[in-house]
């Protein structure tokens, strides 16, 4: 039963949903609070709305996504203007690529609070933070801590981090990608 203080979830990426085919899912208080239901063919930011809604007034959710979901316009840029107008969103890490099994590209986790501190999203670029392990990327003990450490001092480090006003990320359209607020290092 709910509510839940931790929820810790890697749901299926981009799957197809009834969404707006389904007239009890229009009027269910877990999605139709954000103003739009995620798109029919990518119900990723339904599973965000669906953990939302069981996390505890102190609670923090870590989800595993897809990263289209970070960026692509339409009904999922109307949710996620109102998980950051909400501010919900506590921060993003960005994954190496190639990190779990039948998945080739660089994931992301979205990082949820119901409590948060300050109105600011932190972003964390961990994407070169693996060690290889035959031919899957693996995070070491060491990387796992390095981006905990990231986590908890929320601050800018130049091309790893980027703690951002969430009137900011707003006036971005709500853009949530890493890589629109961490500049890559040159190399």
């Not at 954000?34 to 119900?43: F, I, Q, R, V, W």
């Not at 930011?45 to 339409?74: C, D, K, Q, W």
């Not at 060491?142 to 480090?157: A, D, M, S, T, V």
Request: aromatic fraction near 10%; charged fraction near 25%; glycine fraction near 4%.
């Amino acid at each position: 039963s709910k509510p839940f203080d931790i929820i810790v979830s890697n749901p299926p990426y981009s799957t197809k949903w009834e969404g707006s085919d389904n007239a009890i899912l229009i009027s269910d208080e877990r999605f139709s609070i954000a103003g739009a239901l995620a798109p029919k063919s990518k119900s990723d930011l339904a599973f965000v709305m669906h953990i939302l809604n069981y996390l505890s007034p102190n609670g923090t959710a870590a989800i595993v996504e897809f990263p289209g979901v970070l960026y692509r316009s339409g009904a999922e840029a109307t949710i996620r203007k109102y998980l950051v107008g909400k501010n919900y969103i506590d921060c993003v890490i960005q994954l190496p690529e190639n990190l779990f099994f039948g998945v080739s590209i660089a994931t992301c986790i979205i990082v949820i609070k119901k409590n948060k501190k300050d109105t600011k999203t932190l972003f964390i670029n961990a994407s070169n933070f693996f060690i290889k392990s035959t031919n899957k990327n693996k995070l070491s003990n060491e990387n796992i801590e390095r981006i905990l450490e990231l986590y908890k001092k929320r601050e800018n480090i130049e091309n790893i981090c980027a703690l951002i006003d969430n009137s900011d990320i707003l006036a971005n359209e709500a853009n949530l990608s890493v890589s629109s607020y961490v500049e890559a290092k040159d190399t």
